[in-house]
């Protein structure tokens, strides 16, 4: 009982709000609120000494130190909880719309299912919302859960962190996903495209050039043949025989 116990310690020590925050588990602005008269409910104070939780000589040394952490003596028993939603007290069920617009519009990446545990709804009414499709939607007002008493600081936190380590973990395998619908065949950059029409502009001077060398020694050979067959004629003189 988180919120008993750090509204005792505002109304019987001399604690700094970070100590009591710290030790209940709750987010200082809670504490600060339940100071303040503000909180949204109204909590009857639980006494930590009484159960054993806390001494009287630590609450003096917390006291005498603010910057000092309490200590807890002994854990409070668990209290097991049935499984199924999770209750909320009929004067804060209608309260649920607005803490399910305020996650809605603030923390997207928070998935219904995390939203129904978190406020204790159902997906047909985060859906509802979503869509604003609610029948009472004119008068739904996105507020911070938290504020609402509907869940506590601490629990929202947790479910914010592990919604973004889903979707850090989801987008490799999308850009992963995208890298392979792209062909095979891409196109290449023109750095790469410069350095193949090079390439090809040197094989075909290579074999022009070996054309070329061909054709001059077919040249060279015929102009011998004929220098050749020229000169055995004139060895040979008609006129003589």
Same mark, same amino acid.
Request: net charge negative; hydrophobic share 35%.
């Given at each position: 009982?988180?919120?008993?116990?750090? /509204?005792?310690?505002? #109304?019987?020590?001399?604690?700094?709000?970070?100590?009591?925050?710290?030790?209940?588990?709750?987010?200082?602005?809670?504490?600060? =609120?339940?100071?303040? #008269?503000?909180?949204?409910?109204?909590?009857?104070?639980?006494?930590?000494?009484?159960?054993?939780?806390?001494?009287?000589?630590?609450?003096? +040394?917390?006291?005498?130190?603010?910057?000092?952490?309490?200590?807890?003596?002994?854990? $409070?028993?668990?209290? /097991?909880?049935?499984?199924?939603?999770?209750?909320? &007290?009929?004067?804060?069920?209608?309260?649920? &719309?607005?803490?399910?617009?305020?996650?809605?519009?603030?923390?997207?990446?928070? /998935?219904?299912?995390?939203?129904?545990?978190?406020?204790?709804?159902?997906?047909?009414?985060?859906?509802?919302?979503?869509?604003? /499709?609610?029948?009472?939607?004119?008068?739904?007002?996105?507020?911070? $859960?938290?504020?609402?008493?509907?869940?506590?600081?601490?629990?929202?936190?947790?479910?914010?962190?592990?919604?973004? !380590?889903?979707?850090?973990?989801?987008?490799?395998? %999308?850009?992963?996903?995208?890298?392979?619908?792209?062909?095979? =065949?891409?196109?290449?950059? #023109?750095?790469?495209? @410069?350095? #193949?029409?090079? +390439? +090809?502009?040197?094989? %075909?001077?290579?074999?022009? *050039?070996? +054309?070329?060398?061909?054709? =001059?020694?077919?040249?060279?050979? @015929?102009?011998?043949?004929? *220098? =050749?067959?020229? !000169?055995? %004629?004139?060895?040979?003189?008609?006129?003589?025989?």
């Amino acid at each position: 009982m988180p919120h008993a116990t750090a /509204s005792w310690l505002v #109304d019987n020590t001399a604690l700094s709000f970070t100590q009591i925050a710290d030790f209940c588990g709750l987010h200082i602005l809670e504490v600060q =609120a339940m100071a303040d #008269d503000l909180a949204s409910a109204k909590y009857t104070g639980r006494d930590p000494v009484h159960s054993g939780e806390l001494t009287h000589e630590e609450i003096e +040394r917390g006291q005498d130190d603010p910057n000092y952490r309490l200590k807890m003596q002994k854990a $409070p028993v668990d209290v /097991s909880r049935t499984k199924g939603p999770r209750y909320t &007290p009929v004067s804060k069920r209608q309260d649920k &719309p607005d803490g399910i617009a305020w996650i809605l519009r603030n923390h997207p990446e928070i /998935s219904d299912a995390q939203i129904g545990r978190l406020i204790g709804t159902t997906r047909n009414t985060i859906n509802a919302i979503r869509d604003r /499709s609610h029948w009472n939607i004119a008068n739904i007002q996105p507020k911070d $859960p938290v504020t609402l008493g509907l869940c506590s600081q601490r629990e929202l936190d947790a479910a914010v962190a592990k919604a973004a !380590k889903r979707v850090a973990a989801d987008a490799p395998a %999308e850009d992963e996903a995208v890298e392979m619908e792209v062909p095979a =065949a891409a196109p290449r950059d #023109d750095k790469q495209a @410069l350095i #193949d029409e090079l +390439r +090809r502009e040197r094989e %075909e001077a290579t074999k022009a *050039a070996a +054309r070329a060398a061909q054709e =001059a020694e077919a040249e060279a050979w @015929l102009e011998a043949k004929r *220098a =050749a067959e020229s !000169k055995g %004629e004139q060895e040979v003189d008609p006129s003589s025989l």
